[in-house]
């Protein structure tokens, strides 16, 4: 029977990826010692999670009014550590939960970017995946030793190359290449361990590559592009896909597109899974949460979200009064997230404001629906489930670890009491978990031959 896949949204730095989130009254915030991660572990692997998953940008939000200090200040994302790190300490203390971060195809290499995820593999037994970015801004671009962010559809020109170089590099071994015989000093098979010698248009990597298969292939390829191309994208690569579907009826159309997409690529639809992003808010009764609710609503600030817009679109919202508007040439010079761009231009509101932009991304982050108490979120995830709109759900959570335990203590149960969530793991690797098969050597080239 199918089964909700869920994912954890985790961040490694001093806030969810809500800012007002550090202000939470009963927020942790040593966010930056190992107890706290082991601790979120130990909830999500009781919670049967599939995965907790790592964010990240490699910046801080400093684009607003081009000065750090609001940013600091206000805590709005400021700490940003690494996330496979953080990752491993969560590792160590569980057994069966997968793990996930994200790497910039922009600004790191192929060979590096294969080699942290296949032994994060490795030292999981099997749990990792990576989240595949290209990046959305300036600052982070003059962080990484650049002047600017690369253009839009470029990105995932280049993107695609290096999933090449990547997937090239992580089938340089065949499973049984190790043998370690002591006796006739035969180590590997040197027949069955390959040089990639990869060479595009942006991206090469010469090989052989170092680390060996681990237990599920290779780590699970997730990606959360959402504009034409990061689409595009997601159905060559994607085996793990986020989205942010506003309503029911838009999701089960872009749900079944997407799989659609990928199928005409020649890939099993089953082999991609969907999860859509819900900051959920739940308690012991629907009164309970809309309490939650209304307490975490008095928390958030419009510098939080300006600040956050001029990130992901990458341009300064201080150069505007809140009713100024954008001119055609502004909009269609946005390099940042095309997605969130389009769900503001896609309203129809020729020139937006920046209080039209405010309204609507804020409409799309907090979707009051998620709130209620484990009758109605259950409710309404087994709607989105099986109508299909998704196959499972990214938990966003908006303060820790409260909002992972209150989920884990309310929704859990009422998920597995209905038998659309596994009561237990019937498994050991994050494939086994999300219902992906082992990829065999060289499977990927098929959608990827069928593409160009
Ligand atoms: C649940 C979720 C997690 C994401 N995590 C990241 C992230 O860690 N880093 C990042 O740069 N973008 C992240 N994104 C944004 C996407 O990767 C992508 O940049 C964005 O959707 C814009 O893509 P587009 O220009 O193709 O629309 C995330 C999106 C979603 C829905």
Redesign the pocket.
């Known amino acids: 029977m199918r089964q909700i896949n869920l994912v954890a949204?985790l961040q490694a730095q001093n806030c969810t990826t809500l800012p007002a989130s550090w202000r939470h009254p009963e927020a942790r915030t040593d966010t930056y010692s190992p107890e706290y991660y082991q601790h979120i572990a130990r909830v999500l692997e009781a919670g049967k999670f599939d995965i907790g998953f790592f964010?990240?940008?490699l910046a801080m939000p400093d684009m607003y009014s081009g000065d750090h200090a609001h940013t600091v200040q206000n805590g709005i994302r400021c700490v940003k550590m690494d996330p496979v790190t953080c990752l491993m300490t969560m590792a160590g203390v569980t057994e069966k939960l997968g793990f996930g971060a994200?790497y910039s195809t922009s600004y790191y290499e192929p060979f590096h970017v294969a080699r942290v995820f296949q032994t994060v593999d490795l030292m999981t037994r099997g749990r990792a995946a990576w989240?595949v970015?290209?990046?959305?801004n300036d600052n982070e671009a003059r962080n990484m030793g650049r002047d600017g962010v690369i253009e839009?559809d470029t990105r995932y020109d280049r993107a695609d190359e290096f999933l090449e170089a990547v997937l090239g590099h992580w089938d340089s071994w065949d499973d049984d290449a190790i043998v370690a015989d002591k006796v006739n000093n035969l180590y590997a098979h040197p027949d069955k361990v390959r040089r990639l010698d990869y060479e595009g248009k942006f991206i090469k990597s010469r090989g052989p590559f170092t680390v060996p298969r681990s237990p599920q292939g290779h780590p699970v390829v997730i990606q959360?592009?959402?504009?034409g191309?990061?689409k595009q994208f997601a159905a060559r690569w994607g085996e793990l896909i986020?989205?942010?579907y506003p309503d029911i009826e838009s999701g089960k159309q872009r749900y079944a597109e997407l799989k659609a997409s990928a199928a005409a690529l020649g890939r099993d639809p089953d082999h991609m899974k969907i999860t859509t992003?819900a900051y959920i808010m739940t308690g012991e009764s629907q009164a309970e949460a809309e309490d939650k609710k209304a307490a975490y609503d008095k928390l958030t600030t419009d510098i939080d979200q300006l600040s956050l817009l001029s990130e992901a679109l990458n341009f300064d919202f201080a150069a505007k009064g809140l009713d100024e508007a954008f001119s055609e040439e502004e909009i269609a010079g946005i390099q940042g997230?095309?997605?969130?761009r389009d769900r503001v231009t896609s309203t129809g509101i020729k020139n937006p404001t920046v209080r039209d932009f405010m309204r609507i991304t804020r409409r799309g982050l907090l979707n009051t629906k998620w709130i209620g108490g484990p009758k109605e979120i259950a409710d309404m995830m087994e709607e989105w489930f099986t109508a299909p709109a998704c196959d499972g759900f990214?938990i966003g959570p908006t303060h820790q670890p409260g909002s992972f335990e209150d989920f884990v203590k309310y929704v859990v149960p009422e998920l597995q009491k209905r038998g659309i969530y596994r009561k237990d793991y019937s498994g050991t690797t994050l494939r086994d978990h999300l219902g992906l098969s082992k990829p065999a050597i060289g499977a990927w080239k098929t959608s990827a031959d069928a593409a160009e």
């Open positions: 949204f964010d990240d940008r994200t989240n970015v290209t990046s959305v839009h959360a592009g959402q504009s191309r990061g986020f989205v942010v992003l997230m095309h997605a969130l990214v």
